[in-house]
């Protein structure tokens, strides 16, 4: 079950809830997990019935994106699991696009008013 949700969520997100965007331009937002967002339009990691649950999802392998403050989605092609400790947090992304999908190259988190990089390491 968890695979065919993870299966649909990748196709929903392929055909068309991507944004096509400037490969050169950086995507900043809050970080959200996927299946969550999309099944209930959840913006934070503490939804649900436990705290934390946008960290789980992205821990289990449940993709990412940046939701920006426009409402735009960004789905992030990156490995869920790198970035799952910084869901529900403001940050900034770039990278080139393909099929509406960010494929991230430098991944930041805001840390009161200072950016701070995460290493991204071998991505998708």
Known sequence: MKR?????LTLVVLA???????????VEGVLVDTACYLKMGAKTNDHGPMKGCGTACAKGGI??????P??????????????AD????????SGSVKEGV???DKFEVKEGSAWKEIKLGPTM
């Open 86 to 93: 910084h869901v529900g947090k403001t940050v900034r992304a």
């Open 102 to 104: 960010l494929l991230a």
């Open 63 to 68: 993709p990412v994106g940046i939701l920006t």
């Open 16 to 26: 068309g809830v991507g944004v096509a965007l400037a490969a050169d331009k950086p």
């Open 4 to 8: 065919l949700t993870i299966v649909a």
């Open 70 to 83: 426009e409402g735009k989605y960004v789905t992030l092609g990156v490995a869920a699991p790198m970035v």
